[in-house]
């Protein structure tokens, strides 16, 4: 009796996966969002700074994934990006499927004093590298016939809080660009949505809670003020952007997606 699993198997790895590029994506959240792609099928191309990192998920997902180190504070990295892209083994890596704009620099300063010089660089790596990097993207695919842009906003865009008022404005621009974007972009069948995460057990709060008097109190008092009792998780994260980038949501554009348990519904 023939077994035709092994046929199957066989035939679902001989097809190409489709490709793609999620920024800041080898560490956190953008690190959950390339894991969780790769799990659902697709091939990804990670960029960022710590090259351990990178070349962990490359031995983790071998002919999966590629990353490529950039900085994502220069202009040039976008046109960098897609040049990687483009010198992928194609039988591993195929078509543009879509482009996640995860890469960001928190900014924590009272407005009395922000610094010019590390508010330029706060715009340039939030905003600036996500439309540079749209900007290079929508060749490729249109060529493939259309695809999906999600870039990672925060609930604090929309939810007043004090101390965070220069990082707030760059995610704000982040909705308004892909709103924009979106209407620019629908002729070609590219969709462009938002996630807005919010507060997120990334490295980052886990190092803000371990400061803490009490770390377990902390974190239950953020919790609190969330409907849905707890913190946002990075995978919560990654399958919401996961079904914005897939074809699951093919007729959603022009979003922005709260991933916040309720807190900005509150």
């Known amino acids: 009796m023939t077994n035709n699993n092994h046929f199957l198997e066989d035939a679902a790895m001989s097809v190409t996966p489709r490709t793609v590029i999620v920024t800041g994506g080898t560490a956190g959240i953008g690190r959950a969002i ?6 659902r ?12 990192q990178g070349l962990d998920l490359a031995r983790r997902h071998r002919g999966r994934f590629q990353f490529v180190s950039v900085d994502h504070g220069h202009p040039e990295a976008a046109q960098h990006v897609v040049e990687a892209y483009g ?7 195929g078509a543009l499927a879509g482009l996640v704009n995860n890469v960001g620099k928190r900014h924590n300063e009272a407005i009395g004093e922000h610094d010019p010089a590390r508010l330029t660089e706060t715009f340039e790596i939030n905003v600036n590298s996500a439309i540079l990097m749209t900007q290079q993207v929508v060749p490729l695919l249109k060529e493939s016939g259309g695809g999906s842009i999600v870039s990672i906003s925060s609930r604090l865009a929309v939810a007043g809080m004090k ?3 220069g990082y707030a404005a760059s995610k704000g621009a982040i909705n308004s660009f892909s709103i924009a974007a979106a209407i620019e972009l629908a002729p070609l069948n590219i969709r462009v949505n938002v996630v807005a995460p919010g507060m997120t057990k990334t490295p980052l709060i886990h190092a803000w809670l371990a400061e803490q008097p009490d770390p377990v109190i902390a974190e239950k008092d953020q919790a609190d003020r969330v409907p849905m009792g707890r913190l946002c998780s990075e995978i919560d994260v990654a399958k919401a952007v996961a079904f914005l980038i897939s074809d699951d949501s093919p007729y959603i554009t022009g979003i922005v997606l709260p991933v916040d348990g309720g ?3 509150a």
């Open 34 to 39: 390339s894991e969780e792609l790769i799990g």
């Open 41 to 52: 099928g697709y091939a990804v191309l990670a960029t960022g700074r710590n090259e351990d």
């Open 87 to 93: 010198q992928l083994d194609p039988s591993k890596f």
């Open 163 to 165: 101390g965070v008022s």
């Open 263 to 265: 807190y900005t519904a």
